[in-house]
């Protein structure tokens, strides 16, 4: 498997409450999701003027799901020995 890299937040707890961000949105993805939030209150949520800020945000959240998976098997493999 590939050596694993540090993720890195992107944006401080000062920021995320400035902007808020509710709790759950809290992650490694919440440099995109500042500025979804701000295209969508800007907009009154009309859904096709935000769309390339949610397609980044969707993606990154992908990212991350596929990431904490390749962790988990990691772990996995470990406590069996394999790694």
């Known amino acids: 498997m590939a050596e694993k890299t540090e993720r890195v ?4 707890a000062q920021e995320m409450a400035d902007a808020k961000i509710p ?3 809290r ?9 979804l939030l701000k295209c ?6 009309f859904p096709w003027k935000c ?3 949610k397609h980044a945000w969707d993606k990154c ?3 991350d799901l596929m990431y904490r998976t390749r962790e988990k098997e990691r772990r996995k493999l470990q406590e069996k020995g394999h790694l």
């Open 9 to 12: 937040m992107r944006v401080t």
């Open 23 to 25: 709790l759950n949105g």
């Open 27 to 35: 992650d490694y993805c919440a440099h995109l999701l500042i500025p």
């Open 40 to 45: 969508r209150k800007e907009t009154y949520y």
């Open 51 to 53: 769309h390339h800020e």
């Open 61 to 63: 959240q992908y990212d």
